[in-house]
């Protein structure tokens, strides 16, 4: 299910699962006449599979520490299609924030005061895994990376297009955080079993925040920021030094505005396609 977390001007939250669907949007517009954030923080890696041989070549070459801060090339997912005809990463990690945001935009551009929607991103998110002919990444083994890339991209238009309406977007990476999520990779005795070296890890890069508690720091940071003073281009790292210390590190991501364009478009038109197949839009009269 995609999820949000709503803080709201009264001091109250409002939670929306994908599979209320309509009802639960609804039941926002009723209950909130504004919404301050949205924490668009759901995700799922299906049956992933680590390349060892990667992993074995990466760990000896000069690509090492870049290598073990990203996964790049180490994670191969297999996906499927939804009852939606959609791609199962691509609809659970961007595509039901993007149509949820969408559904809520009149509660987000509504108020003199600025909005900030906070996507989970990834360091995984490259530009190699993701291509704008296949967005959805039907033919490739990284979908994970595609798609935290394509939020990337989408943070980036969502600030073109809506700054102006006092609603803002950023992108967070939580680090290496162990979950549900990681314990699909590998199980979790073994994740215990690793937890000093990993620990070790952190002497050569600060992602490795291990915690959900630690992974969170960007997400608590940004609450704390005015969304207008925020950089768009940025993506807003949680990092832990090897003595537990806690802190955020801004990164300029690898995006650019006519690729983000480009997708912006494209989602659009398939919301309109999905919208058109189900039941339209949500009326919140």
């Known amino acids: 299910d995609s999820f949000s977390h709503s803080n709201v001007s009264n001091g109250h939250s409002a939670y929306c699962t994908s599979s209320q669907g309509a009802p639960g949007i609804v039941a926002i517009y009723i209950v909130f006449q504004y919404l301050d954030y949205i924490y668009l923080n759901a995700g799922i890696m299906p049956n992933p599979h680590i390349s060892f041989k990667a ?3 990466g760990l000896f070459s000069r690509r090492a520490v870049h290598m073990l801060s990203t996964a790049e090339g180490l994670l191969h997912q297999e996906d499927k299609v939804t009852v939606d005809g959609l791609q199962e990463v691509f609809e659970t990690n961007l595509f039901g924030h993007f149509v949820l945001v969408r559904q809520l935009e009149p509660l987000l551009c509504c108020s003199e005061k600025p909005s900030l929607l906070i996507w989970t991103s990834s360091a995984n998110a490259r530009r190699s895994a993701f291509s704008l002919d296949d967005y959805q990444h039907k033919k490739g083994k990284e979908a994970y990376s595609s798609s935290k890339y394509a939020t990337d991209l989408t943070s980036l238009a969502l600030n073109r297009h809506f700054n102006k309406q006092n ?8 680090g290496i955080v162990t979950t549900n999520l990681t314990y699909g990779i590998m199980p979790c005795f073994i994740w215990k079993l690793l937890m000093p070296i990993l620990w070790l890890i952190r002497l050569v890069t600060k992602t490795y925040t291990l915690t959900p508690h630690n992974g969170s720091e960007a997400h608590i940071w940004l609450f704390k920021q005015k969304p207008e003073s925020l950089n768009g281009l940025t993506k807003y790292h949680s990092c832990t030094t090897f003595w537990g210390n806690n802190y955020v590190d801004p990164r300029k991501m690898d995006v ?5 364009k480009k997708l912006y478009q494209k989602m659009l038109e398939l919301e309109k396609q999905l919208l058109a197949r189900t039941n339209g839009p949500i009326s919140t009269k």
Do not use: M, W
């Not at 609603?167 to 939580?174: A, D, E, G, T």
């Not at 650019?256 to 983000?260: F, G, L, R, S, V």
């Open 55 to 57: 992993f074995i070549s």
């Open 167 to 174: 609603l803002y977007s950023s992108v967070v990476c939580p």
């Open 256 to 260: 650019d505005d006519e690729t983000a």
